[in-house]
């Protein structure tokens, strides 16, 4: 289990760092960016060990992988502006 932690870790900033590198002008800053990478990673992680059990390494990693992109793609502005009805 530690092993699976420590590499959702790495896996999540080595995620977190080629978005903020690729993406940088439409995320936040780029300290929130690192830090929510592995974070998402380290969850994912966890959510996918519960529920696989053990033995599975890398189902944990794909899975830690998946939920830190996802986490991370919800950090992304849209590119211009945004145009809203006279309604709302």
Do not use: Q
């Amino acid at each position: 289990m530690i092993l699976e932690a420590l590499g959702s870790i790495a896996l999540g900033f080595a995620l977190a760092w080629a978005a903020a590198h690729r993406l940088g002008d439409r995320l936040p800053e780029r300290r929130v960016v690192l830090a929510a990478g592995p974070l998402g990673a380290l969850f994912g992680a966890y959510v996918t060990h519960s529920a696989l059990g053990p033995g599975h390494v890398v189902a944990t990693l794909v899975g830690a992988v998946a939920v830190g992109a996802v986490l991370l793609s919800l950090l992304i502005r849209p590119r211009g502006r945004i145009r809203r009805s006279a309604a709302a």
